[in-house]
């Protein structure tokens, strides 16, 4: 069974700038799930979607980073613009249903210079 | 708030030696519970979770936790380290009744001694 894919796996951006990250989440998984890891600390959920609906995303900035789920099944994430302090990982999980295990992508290297 | 608090950023054993990785959690209603590792430059992989049913949880890789709810606490052990342990260790827990929006502490970088 292919894992959650996630692109770029590395990303370099001037501050100002807009980027976008992309996820694949495994098959048939209605759940997904993005989260920010900032170097030194733990993962921060930013958003989930259930299906193609959100279901929480009381942690997004919600003036700079945008995200969607078309049709249900891959997803973006946007940054618009870019701060310093966005400099992370971005990581992409999924799971059957929001009661089952998550599954993590690799993640997405983000550094703001 | 719900929080989790991982006693210690780094843990060093030899090769060979007791593995024991702390993690507490806060909360008034026990959560689920749950142990991921990370290698570099990959995502996080499951080690084992807790959610209700035996205290004592086996996962993978010979990894074992205990949920201590007089304790709020479930600390992450492995008999024997080996090498390719190394990694850094995230304690997380769920809100309720529900797998979903997990919240992870800050994370433990193990390092295995030759």
């Known amino acids: 069974e292919a894992g959650v894919a996630q692109s770029p796996r590395y990303k370099i951006i001037e501050k100002r700038q807009s980027v976008a990250f992309w996820c694949n989440p495994i098959s048939g998984h209605a759940t997904l799930y993005w989260y920010q890891q900032i170097l030194g600390q733990g993962p921060k959920l930013l958003i989930q979607f259930q299906n193609n609906g959100v279901v929480d995303d009381s942690q997004l900035p919600k003036d700079r980073f945008s995200a969607e789920r078309l049709k249900g099944v891959d997803s973006t994430l946007k940054i618009q613009p870019a701060k310093l302090e966005d400099s992370a990982v971005y990581l992409c999980?999924?799971?059957?249903?929001?009661?089952?295990?998550?599954?993590f992508g690799p993640g997405t290297r983000l550094t703001v210079l | 708030a719900q929080s989790v608090t991982q006693l210690g950023s780094h843990v060093s054993v030899s090769e060979g030696a007791l593995v024991l990785l702390r993690c507490n959690y806060s909360s008034s209603v026990p959560p689920y519970l749950f142990w991921y590792v990370q290698y570099p430059n990959q995502g996080l992989q499951l080690l084992l979770k807790?959610?209700?049913?035996?205290?004592l949880v086996k996962g993978i890789n010979g990894f074992e936790a205990e949920f201590k709810k007089s304790e709020t606490s479930f600390h992450l052990t492995k008999p024997s380290a080996h090498m390719s342990d190394a990694a850094e260790y995230f304690c997380a827990r769920s809100g309720g009744t529900s797998y979903g929006k997990l919240t992870f502490g800050q994370g433990t970088i193990l390092t295995v001694h030759p």
């Open positions: 999980a999924s799971s059957l249903r929001e009661s089952d295990t998550q599954y």
């Open positions: 807790y959610t209700s049913a035996a205290t």
